[in-house]
C-alpha cells in the first residue's frame, strides 16, 4: 500500500487469471454432467443386464421342461407353460449347457435322442450350420404337428455318424467342399424338405388305405 492506495501488481494478469479460472470451473461442470450421464447409462446397462440375466434364467427354465417334457411323451397333454416351450422347438447349444455345473441334468441320453450328439460335444461346435442341422432334427422329433419319415432319419444319423468320424471337422462346407461330410449334410437338408410332412397329411393317407368294406361285405385294401 503507497500513500493510501492499493497496489494490485499488473492488472492485465489478474484479469487472465479470472478467466482461466471461469474456464476450469466451466470445464468441471461439462465434466460432471459427463460423468452424471455416463452413470445414467452405466445404471441403464445393469438393469439390461439383470433383466437379460433373468430372462436367460426363465428361458433355461423352460428349456428344462422342453427336455422333460420329451421324455415323458411328446404327444402328452401339458399345462400352458410347458406349451410354450414345445413352441421354441430346437436349441442344442441352451439345451446343452443344462448339463453342465453342479444343477446340471442327468440324462444325457435325452439330449442325444433330440440332437443325435453328447450334449458336452455341443458346447464345443461354432459352426451355425451344424447347430441348425441339429435343431432341425429336434424340431421334427418333437412336433405335434411334423412327422418324419425313416428316411429322414436315417439320414441325419448318416449325417452325424460321418460328422463324428471326421472328428467333428467343421470346415466340410468350406469352399464347395466334397466330403462326405458335405454330402450327407445336403442329402439331409433334402430329407427335410421331402421326407418331413404334415401329421394330418399322414393320418389322411392312413386312413383312406386302411380296411373298408366292400358291397359283398369283404375286408380290402385301397390304396
Not at 157 to 181: A, H, N, P
Amino acid at each position: 500500500m503507497s500513500g493510501g492506495e492499493l497496489f494490485v501488481g499488473n492488472p492485465g494478469r489478474y484479469a487472465n487469471y479470472k478467466m482461466d479460472q471461469a474456464d476450469l470451473w466451466a470445464r468441471v461442470d461439462v465434466q460432471d454432467n459427463k460423468i452424471a450421464s455416463q452413470d445414467i447409462k452405466i445404471a441403464s446397462l445393469e438393469d439390461r443386464v439383470s433383466s437379460l440375466t433373468s430372462s436367460l434364467d426363465a428361458y433355461k427354465l423352460l428349456r428344462n421342461r422342453f427336455i422333460s417334457t420329451f421324455k415323458g411323451d411328446k404327444l402328452a397333454n401339458v399345462t400352458d407353460g410347458a406349451g410354450n416351450a414345445w413352441a421354441h422347438g430346437g436349441d442344442a447349444v441352451v439345451d446343452a449347457s443344462l448339463y453342465r455345473g453342479s444343477e446340471r441334468r442327468r440324462d444325457p441320453s435325452a439330449y442325444e435322442r433330440l440332437y443325435g450328439m453328447d450334449p458336452l460335444r455341443v458346447l464345443s461346435i461354432n459352426h451355425k450350420s451344424t447347430i441348425d442341422a441339429l435343431n432341425l432334427h429336434a424340431w421334427v422329433i418333437v412336433s405335434k404337428h411334423k412327422i418324419g419319415t425313416t428316411t429322414f432319419y436315417t439320414g441325419f444319423g448318416e449325417f452325424i455318424k460321418l460328422f463324428q468320424e471326421s472328428d467333428y471337422d467343421e470346415s466340410y462346407l468350406d469352399d464347395g467342399g466334397t466330403t462326405g461330410v458335405t454330402r450327407a449334410y445336403w442329402s439331409f437338408l433334402r430329407c427335410a424338405k421331402d421326407e418331413v410332412r404334415d401329421v394330418e397329411t399322414v393320418e389322411e393317407e392312413v386312413f383312406t388305405s386302411s380296411y373298408t368294406v366292400n358291397k359283398g361285405g369283404v375286408a380290402s385294401t385301397e390304396r
